[in-house]
Nanobody
Framework: QVQLVESGGGLVQAGGSLRLSCAASGPTFSTYTMAWFRQAPGKEREFVAAITWGRGTTYYTDSVKGRFTVSRDNAKNTVYLQMNSLNAEDTAVYYC??????????????????WGQGTQVTVSS
């Protein structure tokens, strides 16, 4: 079974930066896509960004384009989310997820098979 562990969350000032990491273990060869989702209090869990292990194709939700960058290190089985120009709306628990299917609905949370425990990101003003 694939296991995912997030790290790097914390408290940061508005306008600052933070880098999240997701370390994967187990049979990661069975996964095709790694993604980041986030969930703020009282809101639905929403797609943030994703990357494929193979070609490194990236995807972003509109609200983070130009500010966030998702990347991967295949040798380390680790995915990163570099977050710049953070604002209060970015405050949420950030989850790493992996899916074994391929297809076009990369933003759909129910296509993901494995989830990490989440890491809290709080942006203060």
């Amino acid at each position: 079974q694939v296991q995912l562990v997030e790290s790097g969350g914390g408290l940061v000032q508005a306008g600052g930066s933070l880098r999240l990491s997701c370390a994967a273990s187990g049979p990661t060869f069975s996964t095709y896509t790694m993604a980041w989702f986030r969930q703020a209090p009282g809101k639905e869990r929403e797609f943030v960004a994703a990357i494929t292990w193979g070609r490194g194709t990236t995807y972003y939700t509109d609200s983070v384009k130009g500010r966030f960058t998702v990347s991967r290190d295949n040798a380390k089985n680790t995915v990163y989310l570099q977050m710049n120009s953070l604002n209060a709306e970015d405050t949420a628990v950030y989850y790493c997820a992996a899916r074994t299917v391929t297809g076009g609905r990369i933003w759909y949370r129910y296509e993901y098979d494995y989830w990490g425990q989440g890491t809290q990101v709080t942006v203060s003003s």
